[in-house]
């Protein structure tokens, strides 16, 4: 099975973008990654300080990451 995968988001244009600024639908990639998979993310150094810092909790609401100790994708 999976073991581990990237995450970033992509257009026509440019890859490594931060997830959910892009053309990707995350909520059917959710359903692909196995509960045990390794998640990292790939991000250009392009992108803004603000778009990085909301990947997580992007990620949290579509169901792809859960950190522990901070709020849940519900909040």
């Known amino acids: 099975g999976l073991i ?6 992509m257009n ?8 959910g600024s892009g ?10 990654i196995p509960a045990s998979a390794i ?3 790939e991000l250009g150094e392009w ?3 603000d778009c990085v810092e ?3 909790r992007f990620l949290a ?5 859960s950190p522990v100790g ?3 994708a519900e909040t």
């Not at 581990?4 to 988001?9: A, C, E, F, S, T």
């Not at 026509?12 to 997830?19: A, G, K, L, S, Y």
């Open 70 to 72: 901070t709020p849940s």
């Open 4 to 9: 581990g995968i990237h995450l970033h988001d």
């Open 23 to 32: 053309e990707l639908d995350w909520q059917m990639i959710a359903r692909y």
């Open 61 to 65: 609401r579509a169901g792809i990451y």
């Open 12 to 19: 026509v244009e440019r890859d490594h973008q931060c997830p």
């Open 54 to 56: 909301h990947t997580p």
């Open 47 to 49: 992108n803004t300080q």
């Open 39 to 41: 998640r990292v993310c």
